[in-house]
């Protein structure tokens, strides 16, 4: 998409992709985890074949010498790390002892998206001691799952909460909850 891959390059990579046996991303990382499923085993962990670590290293290698060391792709970095600095610092802003959840739950104001889909995330992986809004209390009660967070009682868990949290992101929803951030 940002065009600075010459014909050899191309070829390079169409080259790599047939030895995959793959036509995009998708049937590629479909391989690998067939490949994953089919060479693990209790005793040897999880692995990949010896011709599907090729395979991945091959794409990899070529990743970092063409595409991740470019140039053109600097702009990107700095702006994908002025999106995620930004999310992280809003939500990280927002923690207090006690009531992290409750201050993330009123920032939903000024933050629409951003609070109520961190508040979302964070109602299913906290304990309801941690809740005082009715709606994200149901949401934790519905959800029978480990408690990871607890009552997100403590910065590190707070802070841990909000990466796993930007983590999971898309790169498309996080440049819509950063656009947020710039309108209110």
Known sequence: ALGFLDASQTALLEDIAKKSGAVNTTV?????????????????????????CGRLNAIKDFNYKNIYSHPRFDAYQRYAELVLTS???????LYTPGYAVDNVI???KDYPLLCSSFASFVAKLCSGEALRDD????VSKRCRNNKSYGRVDSDKLYAQAV???ISGMT???AVRVYGELLTY
């Open 135 to 138: 709606t994200f209390l149901a």
């Open 87 to 93: 999310l992280s610092d809003v939500l990280l802003g």
């Open 163 to 165: 990466m796993d949290f």
């Open 28 to 52: 590629i990382i479909h391989g690998l985890i067939s490949d994953i499923c089919a060479n693990s085993t209790p005793q040897r962990g999880i692995r990949l074949s010896d011709e599907a």
């Open 171 to 173: 790169d498309k929803f």
């Open 106 to 108: 009123k920032a939903q």
